[in-house]
Each structure stands twice: as C-alpha cells, then as structure tokens.
C-alpha cells in the first residue's frame, strides 16, 4: 500500500519523486512537488522515502456566539485535494477543524459544521448524487442552520446547481464552491473562493449560487445564480462566468463586501420543499451539419422522452430532421436551445425554426443547454408529458429571463 507515501520512481528515464495519491485503477498517481498529479503504468518503484503519514494537527473548534451557523458539505474535487495531499488518506477525513486549519479567515464570519459526503471529481457525479445531495441540503437547513457550502468539483458545478435549484425550494443560501487550482500551488483560488462563499453564505440571500474568482487577482468573487452560470475555461481563476443574466453579485476580497447587481430571491422569500425525483431517461443532443436525425429515433426507441437538442444559431437543426421531430413530439418533450450561448432561442424567424415549432418543439429562450436538461429531467420526474411540454417554457427559478413580444429582443 504506498497511498499517502512519498516515492521516488524512475520511469520513462527520469527520476520522479512525490507523494502517491489515491487511484482508481492499476496507474500509480504521484502528486509532485510542482502540485500537478501524473499518472504512471509502467515504473519501478526506487525507493519509499517516508514510511510514515503526514498527520494533520488540528486545533478544537471554538464555537463564538452571535456567529452564523452554517454546514459545508464537501464533495470532492480540486478544492479538495489540499487535504488529501498533506494526509495521504484515500477517503479524506474533511472535518470542520482541518477546514479551519487551512482558512482559519472562516472562524471569524461563521461557526462552521463538515460533512464528507463524496470525494470525487465532479466528472463522476450522477443524477442519483444529485438527489443525495438533495436530501443532505434540505435535512441540513431544517435543522436550522442559516446557510450551506457545497464545495464541488469545477466541472459540472453548473450542473449540480441546476439540479439543486429545481429539486429545493430554499429560504436560505445553498452555496456551491470549487477551486481551478488545487491549494498546495502558488496561485490557488481554493482559500479565497471558500471565504467568498462563506460570506455569501451568511448574506441576504435565498437561492441556490455558485460563488468563484471573478477576475485573475486576488480581489473579487462573483456570486452566480446556480441555473445561469456555466465554466467556459478550462484552467483561468476567472472561468465561471454568468450567461444571459448578470452576477447576482460580487463580493470583494479581503473586506467582504457584497455588493447585490441583478434581482434575486432574498433570504426567507420562500420556503423550504424538497421534490427529489428526477427522470434520467432525457437526452442533450449537440447538433452538427450533417447529423441524421437517426439519433432521435435511437433514444426514442430506448424509451426517452425527454429531448433538449443544443441547435445551431436562433434554434435550428437541418430541414430533414422536421419529420422526425414531429413524430417524437407526438409523446415526449423536445426543447431547443442555441449553441451560442448567449442570447434566445427564436424559431420564428427562418423557415427551419417555423416548421419545428408545427411539429411541436418548444424554444428553450435564454436557457443554458445544460440547465434545460436537468429541469427537463426534473419536470418529467414530477410530472406527466403534456404538463412537462407546458411547464419547460415557463421560468421556475429564474432559469429563463422572462420577455414579452415576438422573441423578446432577438429582432
Ligand atoms: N475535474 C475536476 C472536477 O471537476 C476539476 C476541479 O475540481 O475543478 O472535479
């Protein structure tokens, strides 16, 4: 068992040293001192340089009155990895006190509870993780606490959020964090993401968010509305960006201050509920010139009858998908959304969009593609097909900016 041990190897002709991590298959994973993780199959192993974990010490909690109460759950991820590094441990032991010990800033906005409830890379999340986690956010604010962190892998944070979004109805803020670089380098954004999430997490605030860097310097977070956010870097400390609806707003770093930019839902505007049910069986489909609509027919046959097809432009896929289309429409839902990104879905403009709206698409307006699958995978857990159809058009949590007129400002 070399997990948590620093090796030294020789492979590929060069010596490497560093401490092994956690691996999933047969590949030795080493963290090196640089903080990048390299995988190895083929090495022979030189020498065991410590025999001994890395144990960290952590002081007891203090709890100070008048403080926010407030529960970080972890789920993996790069913001993670700190811990997983200096103890070696392959499920790691992320309690409250080696939280503090690592951002010992966070004992002065809040008194702090942790959960490990998965560590994993967000890649290997699923819908059922979605639903635990959930449950885990709901149970955790009806016993009172004035807000909770999620920390989460970067990748599909947005996709998580989603889902939290529509499965919760919450009073208080449900905060989802990650980091782009881990915070055992130099310019980690993992310590002060967790302080601006903290302090959103104690604000005047009553949704699902995702807090992260705004900017490539140390000076502000953004606090994103959890279904109008996406991550459109793949390394910068700025990457998540909102789309289609502003920040909800910003809080500088270190003062603290939030500064609210776009409505939202504040702290006690709703209720607690919980509708966890969610229907896998729904498809996003990536049009590209020359795809068959084949594909539609195949997921339709597997049973699907959730469609969010990711189209070209205002809502378009080519003009021989039309019978298709119609045909599945006759029993399932399929929502349009655009490959641009930024801006609305408007099918009545060209030809191609008229006809798929007769054959009974629905336009996706301002939504992500990705934040209409999952509330399609939400509203055709909770409802039935003809309710989901009229239900995916409408804004339920401020996933869509609602407009009046003929496409809202696309003409
Ligand atoms: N692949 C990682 C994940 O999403 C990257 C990160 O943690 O930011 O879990």
Sequence with gaps: MLEGKRVRIKAKDRIFEGLVMPSATDTLVIKLDSGYNVGFKDYELLEVIE??????????????AGLPE???????????????????????????????????????????????LYNILSENMKPAYWIELARGVYKTLKKGYDGVIVTHGTD????????????????KPVVFVGAQRSSDRPSSDAAMNLICAAQAATADLGEVAVVMHATTNDDFCY????????????????AFQSVNYPPLGKVEYPSGKITWMAERFKRGERGLELRDKLEEKVVLIKFFPGLRPDVLEYYHQEG?????????????????????????????????TSQCLW????????DTGRYLLKAG?????????????????????NYDVDEARRKVGENLVGEMTPTTGYCGKVL
């Design 51 to 64: 025999d001994e974990k890395v144990v960290v010490e952590s002081p007891e909690l203090e709890r100070k």
């Design 343 to 350: 801006g609305r879905v408007c099918d009545r403009v060209y």
């Design 223 to 238: 606090i994103h509305r959890g279904v109008k956010v996406r991550k459109l870097h793949t390394s910068r400390r700025d």
């Design 304 to 336: 699907y009858r959730g469609f969010v097809i990711e189209g070209t432009g205002l809502g378009h896929v080519s003009t021989d998908w039309v019978d298709t289309v119609k045909r599945v429409c006759e029993d399932s839902v399929v929502v349009m």
């Design 70 to 116: 407030i529960k970080i759950i972890s789920t993996g991820g790069t913001i993670a990895s700190k811990v997983d590094y200096k103890t070696g441990a392959v499920t790691s032991q992320f309690s409250a006190e080696e939280i503090v010990s690592e951002v010992p800033e966070l004992a002065e906005l809040c008194n702090i509870d942790a959960e490990l």
């Design 156 to 171: 599909t944070m947005s996709y998580t959020a989603s889902a939290l979004a529509f499965m919760l109805s919450t009073p």
């Design 361 to 381: 698409v629905v336009e996706g307006e301002d939504m992500l593609p990705e934040v209409a699958l999952v509330k399609l995978m939400w509203l055709l857990g």
